[in-house]
């Protein structure tokens, strides 16, 4: 069963209610993560080419920006962290005019709307990660976009074996980078710029991690295992 089959995240949730355009318009946001097991587990880096390629035509240009923003400082400082809206405001160009309808104001509304970002009037809370589109919001893209997104999820052009052969190479550059040190982020950024295909990429590295940690936990004694 596919992410997109489980997760209406096209109705945002109770415990991710609109909030208020006022409620937002303030000099400093509270940024925190917000875990969740199964996006955190299949969903993409926001600075993703599946982000650029697919969640763009949705958020707009802005908004992707602002999450990306958002995950660098989360990157930096995985508890939270401080933002000074006019500061980023003007980093992503869209000024420092504070106010309700701001476009910083109406980016977060429009993460909010999606169900990428969350904010109970103290803290805005923020996945590390985006899930894939589901079906509802693959239909309001472009047939273009559409097109590429099946292209996607569905790598054509190669024989199964090969395909098979793709995977397997993928998924071992994949854990050399974990074991190197690289943050899995960077892992599947790096398939990327070794012309893996990205569906590829981002299995080989999901399948890597899981790996990794497989390997880095404490094996059990002889004693213990009898």
């Avoid at 991710?16 to 880096?45: E, K, Q, Y």
């Avoid at 000074?84 to 000024?95: I, M």
């Avoid at 273009?144 to 550059?173: K, Q």
Wanted: glycine residues 6%; charged residues 25%; aromatic residues 6%.
């Amino acid at each position: 069963m596919r992410l997109h089959e489980v997760l209406p995240l096209d109705v945002p949730s109770k415990e991710a209610a609109m909030p208020t355009p006022t409620s937002v318009d303030r000099p400093v946001l509270t940024v925190v993560p917000w875990p969740d097991p199964v996006i955190d587990a299949l969903g993409f880096d926001p600075r993703s080419p599946y982000t650029e390629e697919f969640w763009l035509c949705l958020l707009g240009p802005t908004s992707t920006l602002l999450l990306r923003r958002l995950a660098g400082g989360l990157d930096e400082s995985p508890a939270g962290f401080e933002l000074d809206v006019a500061t980023v405001a003007a980093q992503l160009g869209v000024g420092n005019r504070s106010g309700a309808q701001s476009p910083f104001v109406r980016s977060v509304l429009r993460c909010t709307k999606f169900g990428l970002v969350a904010f109970d009037g103290e803290t805005l809370r923020v996945r590390r990660r985006v899930p894939p589109l589901t079906r509802a919001q693959l239909q309001r893209l472009p047939d273009a976009v559409r097109e590429a997104h099946a292209r996607w999820e569905h790598p054509a052009g190669a024989p199964p074996l090969a395909v098979e052969r793709l995977r397997h190479r993928a998924r071992h550059l994949a854990l050399s980078l974990l074991q190197l040190g690289e943050d899995p982020e960077a892992t599947e950024r790096q398939l990327h710029r070794w012309q893996v295909h990205p569906a590829l990429a981002h299995e080989a590295t999901r399948w890597a991690l899981e790996r990794h940690r497989s390997d880095a936990r404490p094996r059990p004694t002889s004693d213990e295992a009898a």
